[in-house]
């Protein structure tokens, strides 16, 4: 029998995939409906969703806390959900793994992981998505290899709308929608996404990479307790 993993905050499925394609069988759980998330799905509260019953957890709270559109003149107040999950993560005593953005407050135990350390990308164009992940196991990570000019992949946080002489001017949406929803799938992995699935997930190769080392962890700790 697979491995469970818990899917929290699951978006589209990008972090969901690269775990599968490790090995584990996957259940994701967002508080919004998924229709395009490729594996079983429940709609429920992250935060309350019960962990019992699964061998390892991730999590992906949302980033907008952290981001540098926080300090936009339109910007939105956004919970700290990060800090909550954490703490929950590690009073259940699973193997974890926390994504989120640079500038989230992750513990001195975490990687960054770069869409250029994996070959991502699309034409001429190359995925520079930094994300940091938080783990309590150890890993090895692949660093960045930025050579080409890089493809952008934001949603609608990224929106910076102004009224100009009468007229709406939307910098971070054009600039976003002018990538192509087609070059973006390419870039990220993810050919099933919606443009809005796309900009707020994570590449399936960084979960794929994580996924082969919390697969070890978890048979490690299987192995260990048959022992004990």
């Not at 490729?38 to 699964?54: I, K, N, V």
């Not at 975490?110 to 309590?136: I, Q």
């Not at 443009?195 to 070890?216: C, F, K």
Request: charged share 20%.
């Amino acid at each position: 029998m697979k491995p469970r993993l818990l899917d929290l905050f699951c978006g589209a499925g990008g972090a969901g995939m690269g775990y599968h394609l490790a090995g584990f069988d996957v259940v994701g759980v967002d508080i919004k409906p998924q229709p395009d998330y490729p594996f079983e799905f429940r709609q429920a509260d992250a935060m309350t969703f019960p962990l019992q019953g699964f061998s390892a957890v991730h999590g992906s709270p949302p980033c907008q806390a952290f981001t540098a559109m926080g300090v936009m003149w339109n910007a939105k107040k956004h919970h700290d959900l990060l800090t909550p999950t954490r703490a929950r993560f590690v009073a259940s005593g699973l193997p974890y793994v926390i994504e989120n953005v640079p500038g989230a407050p992750m513990s001195g135990a975490h990687v960054t992981l770069c869409g250029t350390s994996f070959g991502l990308g699309a034409g001429e164009y190359e995925l520079r998505r930094h994300r940091h992940f938080e783990m309590n196991f150890p890993i090895m990570v692949p660093g960045c290899q930025h050579t080409k000019p890089t493809i952008g992949i934001y949603g609608d946080h990224a929106r910076d709308r102004r009224r100009v002489s009468g007229q709406h001017h939307d910098r971070g949406r054009q600039f976003a929608a002018g990538t192509g929803v087609t070059l973006a799938r390419e870039a990220m992995g993810m050919p099933w996404a919606s443009w809005h699935g796309l900009s707020q997930a994570i590449p399936p190769a960084y979960t794929e990479y994580i996924g082969g080392v919390l697969m070890d962890e978890v048979w490690r700790r299987r192995n260990r307790a048959v022992a004990a």
